[in-house]
T-cell receptor
Framework: DADVTQTPRNRITKTGKRIMLECSQT?????MYWYRQDPGLGLRLIYY???????NKGEISDGYSVSRQAQAKFSLSLESAIPNQTALYFC?????????????????FGPGTRLTVL | GDSVTQMEGPVTLSEEAFLTINCTYT??????LFWYVQYPGEGLQLLLK?????DKGSNKGFEATYRKETTSFHLEKGSVQVSDSAVYFC??????????FGSGTRLLVRP
């Protein structure tokens, strides 16, 4: 499903570098989320946004920041990457579309970004 | 806080075997419950969901019933296929519409 796009799909970087992961969607949903996946820990919420002007911290926001540049775009930044931020990162969307369809009770996930910090 | 506990994997089965993956939850109120599936190299896809007690979610031969009395949402399939090999995540949606995931269970189906 190409409704949620994440770039890059894979990234290898070094400790201390600034990294930005981008998420864009074509469904027009108002809510966007960033999760990280670690083996044996499932997915954990980093940040979420219910609207362009609404940004909220999730369970594990330390070391990350986000920007909701537009309804369709939600970026995750690592200001100074460290090795324990090596993980698989997922963007997800939900809520009400611009066409009025509501799906607050379901989230749609992007394909993920595999980030390795050396 | 709300949490989800699911059985550790990997679960290894032969094709056509019966599958059960256990999932229990702790939550205030009655959250919606979900099973997501992650195939190798892909993102998460919603497999099925249930929004209230005694609801049964079903899709692609998989089923799960929302059991309020045992706070459980076990995933079952009567006859697994090699193509079902994936990681399965149980999740609940809390009162703020945030998903809380279990740790995932890897299923490997052998021919």
């Amino acid at each position: 499903d190409a409704d949620v796009t994440q770039t890059p799909r894979n990234r290898i970087t070094k400790t201390g570098k600034r990294i930005m992961l981008e998420c864009s969607q074509t469904k027009g949903h108002d809510r966007m989320y960033w999760y990280r996946q670690d083996p044996g820990l499932g997915l954990r919420l980093i940040y979420y946004s219910f609207d362009v002007k609404d940004i909220n911290k999730g369970e594990i926001s330390d070391g990350y920041s986000v920007s909701r540049q537009a309804q369709a775009k939600f970026s995750l930044s690592l200001e100074s990457a460290i090795p324990n931020q090596t993980a698989l990162y997922f963007c997800a969307i939900s809520g009400t579309t611009s066409g009025g369809t509501s799906s607050y009770n379901e989230q749609f996930f992007g394909p993920g970004t595999r980030l390795t910090v050396l | 806080g709300d949490s989800v506990t699911q059985m550790e994997g990997p679960v290894t089965l032969s094709e056509e075997a019966f599958l059960t993956i256990n999932c229990t939850y702790t939550a205030t109120g009655y959250p919606s419950l979900f099973w997501y599936v992650q195939y190798p190299g892909e993102g998460l896809q919603l497999l099925l969901k249930a929004t209230k007690a005694d609801d049964k979610g079903s899709n692609k031969g998989f089923e799960a019933t929302y059991r309020k009395e045992t706070t459980s949402f076990h995933l079952e399939k009567g006859s697994v296929q090699v193509s079902d090999s994936a990681v399965y995540f149980c999740a609940l949606m809390d009162s703020s519409y945030k998903l809380i995931f279990g740790s995932g269970t890897r299923l490997l189906v052998r021919p």
